[in-house]
C-alpha cells in the first residue's frame, strides 16, 4: 500500500532556530500534500496544502513566512518551522493524497507518522 | 462549508462493553467521504474506513461496526466487546470532492479509555 515517510519523529529545538520537517511519498506520487497541527488533547487543524511546484496555500490564521512550504518533487514535501518559539510546539502530521486509491479500502489520504516538536 | 461535529469528548468502558461514538457531519456536497481513524498514544493515524455519500450500507469488520444515516447525516461507529488495546483517540473526517485536491476535514476526536 502506500506510504509516506516523515521524518523526524520527535525533534527539541531551541527557541529561535528552524526546524525542518520532511515528507516523502515512497510508492506513489503525491501531487498534493497537506500539512496538519496537532495540539495536545486537541483535533487535527489544517496548516496548508502544497502543490507540486506550485506555492502552498495556507489556512487562515496560519503565517506562511513562520511555516515554509516546499514541494519541488511528487514524492518529497517539506515544513520547515522558522525561527519556533515555545507556542509553537506541537504534533505536526503530513497527508498525501493518494490518487491510485480508489478502491473501497483504501482512503486516498496516506499519512506520515508525525512529528512531536518541542521548542524549549 | 463542511463540519463534522463528535461531541463525545471523552468515553470511559470496562473491557468487554459495547461502545458507540458518535458523529454528525454536515455538508453542501451530495457527493462526499467520511472517514473514521483511530489515534493511538503514539500518534500516528491508522484509517478504519471510508464511506462514500452513495454507499448506505452498514459495515461490520470484526468487533467495529459502523451505522452511516445520510438522513440524519450521521456516522456512527460502534466497538464490540470492547479491549485495552481499543483505547485511543478516534476521529471522524469528511471529504468532500472526493479524490480531487480536497483535504479531510476532522471533528475533534473523542477519547476512549477502555479499563481492564
Known amino acids: 500500500g502506500a506510504v509516506v515517510s516523515q521524518h523526524p519523529s520527535r525533534v527539541i529545538c531551541k527557541s529561535g532556530t528552524s526546524v525542518k520537517i520532511e515528507c516523502r511519498s515512497l510508492?506513489?506520487?503525491?501531487?498534493?500534500m497537506f500539512w496538519y497541527r496537532q495540539f495536545p488533547k486537541q483535533s487535527l487543524m489544517l496548516m496548508a496544502t502544497?502543490?507540486?511546484?506550485?506555492?502552498?496555500?495556507?489556512e487562515q490564521g496560519v503565517e506562511k513566512d513562520k511555516f515554509l512550504i516546499n514541494h519541488a518533487s511528487l514524492t518529497l514535501s517539506t515544513l520547515t518551522v522558522t525561527s519556533a518559539h515555545p507556542e509553537d510546539s506541537s504534533f505536526y502530521i503530513c497527508?498525501?493524497?493518494?490518487?491510485?486509491?480508489?478502491?473501497?479500502?483504501?482512503?486516498?489520504?496516506?499519512f506520515g507518522s508525525g512529528t512531536r516538536l518541542t521548542v524549549v | 462549508a463542511q463540519k463534522v461535529t463528535q461531541a463525545q469528548t471523552e468515553i470511559s468502558v470496562v473491557e468487554k462493553e459495547d461502545v458507540t461514538l458518535d458523529c454528525v457531519y454536515e455538508?453542501?456536497?451530495?457527493?462526499?467521504?467520511l472517514f473514521w481513524y483511530k489515534q493511538p498514544p503514539s500518534g500516528e493515524l491508522v484509517f478504519l474506513i471510508r464511506?462514500?455519500?452513495?454507499?448506505?450500507q452498514n459495515e461490520i469488520s470484526g468487533r467495529y461496526s459502523w451505522n452511516f444515516q445520510k438522513s440524519t447525516s450521521s456516522f456512527n461507529f460502534t466497538i464490540t466487546a470492547s479491549q485495552v488495546v481499543d483505547s485511543a483517540v478516534y476521529f471522524c473526517?469528511?471529504?468532500?470532492?472526493?479524490?480531487?485536491?480536497?483535504?479531510?476535514?476532522f471533528g475533534k476526536g473523542t477519547r476512549l479509555s477502555v479499563i481492564a
Open positions: 497527508s498525501a493524497r493518494d490518487p491510485t486509491a480508489r478502491d473501497r479500502g483504501r482512503d486516498g489520504y496516506t
Open positions: 510508492d506513489f506520487q503525491a501531487t498534493t
Open positions: 502544497s502543490n507540486e511546484g506550485s506555492k502552498a496555500t495556507y
Open positions: 455538508t453542501r456536497d451530495t457527493t462526499y467521504y
Open positions: 464511506r462514500n455519500s452513495f454507499d448506505e
Open positions: 473526517a469528511l471529504s468532500e470532492l472526493p479524490f480531487r485536491n480536497t483535504p479531510l476535514v
